[in-house]
């Protein structure tokens, strides 16, 4: 492309990446005086490299009318905040370098002042604390004295077999006094997997700030990982999740299926209060103390699935958990929507009612992200009413509900609404808009539209939906395509802002995002349908997906029709160019499975998907790769030399890689060199075996893991993709690319 071509591209990103994301918001007060609260957002700093994030107070009247907004505040050294429930005293978790050493502190702030500030570091209790979205918690006890926490625990310093001591004297009684191992310093320590590296062995921290103590609580099994934990009302016991690691960590992100526990910690001992054989996440206790509410599904089988809503009571007589709402199948009637198809996503940190008798939840659906109502006593569901843009429920206090909005041609907005009685049986949620999002040029012209779509056949699941993103209309056969198919693979599309679907389409493309069978928001079946059929109704769902917009859209040009896609999603676009090499002309893949049977063992999710018959016995160790092609595997388990061939035959025969003989466009690989969920090694094999072929191809390497998200390297690969599409597409200069800054 010429220098103009890829200057207006770069320009369109960069008018792209000044819309921040909404992350989260924490109402601090809500009463008949007014409300005020503060949101979370992270926005692209191209110049910096990195997402900058940054912190926004509003001050509301009982109306939800904006009375006051402050400036944007820097909050990108933060990682974690938390407040009293009076907001009388703030906690950071702050990470700072200083003499060239990057530290974490614990700040406690009142009103006016920094009141305290701990250097993890040098009191030397435990390890880094985690940050992530997986274990991590930061909440002040109920007495507003002492913060809960999760850290990497401090093992042993180990010492060489040899090594020469110190003559002097005092050096010498102060290495005495530290607990040291010889010969320990090269044992490996297992992790938690891909975006979890150097997360070993975490343990439960209590910050006491009136004693300024910190200590690593015990009574937790050695081979358990605490994380997401909580205060109970008394200030002593403690609740949250923990996931078995024995005998090995297992990738953890995106995996929703790991075999763990809710569990009450007091006085140092451990009781677990959720069913054996299940997986576990979101603890929340009600504003009155008396329930515990959590999400639960079974361990093991596909990575991501529906999960149940369930409920335990601490005022009855026995600690007997119920369920809520129960695993959705394909769908259910709800009181004022037409269906309901599971709950798939996490639960607000705060998400009850004042009176504690409802909770507020949001979770995909179909194509969407829907909010929900659930009543404690009824166990009835009512769908929160709103448009065909996604909303996700954000925080809850007093009754007062804030929001995230977004649809694939609207950034993230804030949302407050403020709850009447009737809401509960309507869902009718008076709302107003608190912050505004900028109009991007070109938005006007541009449209989104869901489609659904059921096979006239004999299979057993037969639907699936897409999204189309692009031009509103146009001269016939004039607007290439790009199909897009999801990663995962049990996840899928909802109605979202994503800058990469909208540079394309900016820049000249029409967009369809595919959820294929095997995605999640559409019942557990449809989800379990693909484990053993991957390669085939994955495949055949994005060509009918192609199929039909050409059909539908009548600008689409059956001509210039690209792909790409990520991860599972990259399985599916290097599929899709074998299997249909005169469809697809042009393609990009990011960190794509290429070849199953030769990924199985070195991926960091071995056990992620089992493909057991209902009838056989649950077991806990099956591979993600075995269980994709519908074979039971236990590494525990004695496995002959015939099966285990057989099995490993079946992963290569679903694999895109006996296809690539056929393979004719040019073809774009984005590789991270980090990537543990699919090793470098797989995006290599499909670059080599293509030059081998005469396929013109690129691969770009980032020191980077799975998602290619950090700084550099995002911008690096979206901007390399959007030129290969159109070099290879011969996409025509598009007015809308003409957008100045």
């Not at 005092?170 to 607990?179: S, T």
């Not at 639960?296 to 119920?322: C, D, I, T, V, Y």
């Not at 899928?492 to 294929?516: E, K, P, R």
């Not at 690539?660 to 466009?665: P, T, W, Y």
Request: glycine share 6%; hydrophobic share 35%; with cysteine.
């Amino acid at each position: 492309m010429t220098s103009n071509q890829i200057e207006k591209i770069v320009n369109l990103y960069k008018i792209l990446a000044r819309n921040p994301s909404l992350n989260g918001t924490r109402i601090l007060q809500a009463n008949d005086n007014g409300i005020s609260l503060v949101s979370s957002w992270s926005q692209r700093n191209l110049e910096r490299r990195t997402n900058q994030k940054f912190a926004q107070n509003h001050i509301l009247d009982s109306n939800l009318k904006v009375l006051s907004e402050s400036f944007p505040i820097d909050i990108t050294t933060e990682l974690l905040s938390a407040s009293t429930e009076d907001e009388e005293r703030r906690a950071i978790l702050r990470q700072a370098t200083v003499e060239n050493t990057t530290k974490q502190f614990i700040e406690i702030w009142d009103k006016q002042r920094l009141v305290k500030n701990y250097d993890l570091a040098a009191l030397d209790v435990h390890g880094d604390v985690y940050t992530d979205s997986e274990f991590s918690s930061f909440e002040w006890s109920p007495d507003k004295t002492k913060i809960l926490y999760i850290a990497e625990k401090k093992l042993p310093k180990s010492e060489p077999f040899y090594k020469q001591k110190p003559l002097n004297k005092k050096d010498k009684e102060k290495k005495d006094e530290e607990e040291t191992s010889v010969g320990n310093e090269y044992i490996y320590k297992a992790h938690w997997g891909e975006q979890l590296v150097g997360k070993h062995r975490p343990v439960v921290a209590v910050l006491d700030t009136t004693t300024d103590t910190i200590s690593a609580l015990t009574g937790i099994s050695d081979e358990l990982s605490p994380g997401q934990v909580l205060w109970a009302n008394d200030n002593q016991a403690i609740f949250g999740v923990a996931w078995k690691h024995e005998p090995r960590h297992l990738g953890l992100i995106a995996c929703t299926n790991r075999l763990s526990w809710i569990f009450l910690l007091k006085d140092g001992e451990y009781k677990k209060l959720s069913r054996d054989g299940c997986a576990v996440r979101c603890p929340r206790f009600s504003p009155d103390g008396k329930s515990l509410i959590w999400l639960e599904r079974e361990a093991g089988g596909a990575h991501h699935n529906a999960h149940r809503l369930m409920h335990l009571q601490f005022n009855s007589e026995k600690l007997e958990p119920e369920i809520l709402v129960d695993i959705v199948n394909t769908s259910i009637p709800i009181k004022n929507a037409e269906r309901f198809y599971g709950l798939y996503g996490r639960l607000p940190r705060r998400c009850w009612s004042n009176d504690s008798q409802y909770i507020f939840l949001s979770t995909p659906q179909q194509n969407n992200t829907r909010s929900y109502i659930v009543h404690l006593k009824t166990k009835s569901i009512t769908e929160i009413l709103n448009d065909k843009t996604s909303l996700t429920v954000l925080d809850v206090k007093n009754d007062v509900v804030a929001f995230s909005q977004v649809s694939l041609l609207e950034p993230s907005v804030l949302i407050m609404g403020k709850l009447t009685p009737e809401v509960f049986n309507t869902g009718n949620i008076t709302r107003n808009q608190i912050s505004t999002s900028t109009m991007i040029p070109g938005t006007e012209n541009l449209m989104y539209e869901p489609s659904e779509y059921d096979y006239d056949n004999s299979d057993e699941i037969k639907h699936f939906n897409f999204i189309y993103f692009g031009p509103k209309n146009g001269g016939e056969k004039s607007v290439p395509l790009l199909v897009v198919p999801h990663g995962g693979p049990h996840v899928n599309y909802a109605n979202l802002f994503v800058l990469d679907y909208f540079l394309f389409v900016l820049s000249g493309l029409a967009v369809v995002q595919v959820n294929y069978r095997g995605s999640s928001g559409m019942g557990s079946k449809n989800v379990e349908y693909l484990q053993g059929k991957v390669g085939d109704v994955d495949v055949k769902d994005c060509v009918t997906a192609t199929t039909e917009v050409l059909r539908k859209y009548p600008w689409l040009n059956p001509d210039k029709i690209g792909l790409i896609g990520g991860s599972h999603g990259g399985f599916l676009v290097t599929h899709l160019s074998g299997q249909y090499p005169d469809l697809y002309k042009a393609v990009v893949a990011r960190n794509p499975v290429i070849d199953i049977a030769t990924m199985f063992t070195i991926s960091d999710i071995p056990d992620c998907r089992n493909a057991l018959n209902k009838e056989e016995k649950i077991k806990y160790h099956h591979d993600v790769c075995a269980a994709e092609v519908n074979y039971p595997y236990d590494e525990s388990a004695p496995i002959s030399e015939a099966d285990q061939v057989e099995m490993v035959v079946k992963m290569f025969k679903c694999s895109p890689i006996i296809h690539v003989s056929k393979v004719k466009a040019p073809t774009l690989l984005c590789i991270g060199s980090n990537d543990l969920r699919v090793p470098p090694s797989q995006g290599k094999l499909w670059y080599q075996r293509l030059k081998a072929n005469n396929v013109k191809t690129k691969m770009l390497l980032y020191e980077d893991n799975h998602p290619l998200a950090t700084g550099p390297a995002e911008i690096d690969n979206i901007i390399n993709a959007c030129l290969w599409l159109h070099e290879h597409m011969q996409i025509e200069k598009k007015e809308n690319m003409d957008v100045q800054e």
